[in-house]
């Protein structure tokens, strides 16, 4: 028997919606906080054990590879907040709409933006 379903479906061909885009990188952004989770403990350990453990880490935190991995945390954690957020409300039957997701879905990716930028020029990545 022949069908008609499709058969090698590319899945970047897929045009999904902005909500659903949102929501799945919400689970890598996710995934990324938890691998992250190493960085922050030795951070932290690091920065509470002594005076000269804390200026460790700020000589550290001048490196290239420690900046750009903050900087992905900042990310990450930035964008889980929000997408979090965005997602209680919704499973509070808040802004379940099509028209109220799609909003919500544009204004985390905005705040992400913008906070990560503020973020990124808190980091020192960039100086103005």
Same mark, same amino acid.
């Given at each position: 028997?022949q069908?008609?379903?499709?058969?090698?479906?590319?899945p970047?061909?897929?045009q999904?919606p902005?909500?659903?885009?949102?929501?799945?990188?919400?689970?890598l952004s996710? +995934? @990324?906080?938890f #691998?992250? *989770?190493?960085?922050?403990?030795? %951070?932290?350990?690091? $920065?509470l054990?002594?005076?000269?453990g804390f200026?460790?880490l700020?000589?550290?935190?001048?490196?290239?590879?420690?900046?750009?991995?903050?900087?992905?945390?900042?990310?990450?954690l930035?964008?889980?907040?929000?997408?979090g957020?965005?997602? +209680? @409300?919704?499973? #509070?039957? *808040?802004?379940?709409?099509k028209t %109220?997701?799609?909003i $919500?879905?544009?204004l985390?990716?905005s705040?992400?933006?913008?906070?990560?930028i503020?973020?990124?020029?808190?980091?020192?990545?960039?100086?103005?």
């Open positions: 028997m069908t008609k379903r499709p058969r090698n479906i590319n970047l061909s897929i999904l902005i909500g659903a885009l949102v929501s799945i990188t919400h689970r996710g +995934i @990324l906080v #691998l992250l *989770i190493p960085f922050f403990l030795w %951070a932290l350990q690091l $920065s054990i002594s005076p000269e200026n460790s700020k000589d550290h935190l001048q490196l290239p590879f420690y900046k750009v991995t903050a900087m992905l945390a900042a990310a990450g930035i964008f889980h907040l929000l997408a957020f965005r997602h +209680i @409300l919704m499973d #509070l039957h *808040i802004g379940e709409s %109220a997701g799609r $919500s879905a544009k985390v990716i705040l992400s933006l913008l906070l990560l503020f973020a990124v020029y808190w980091l020192g990545g960039v100086t103005l």
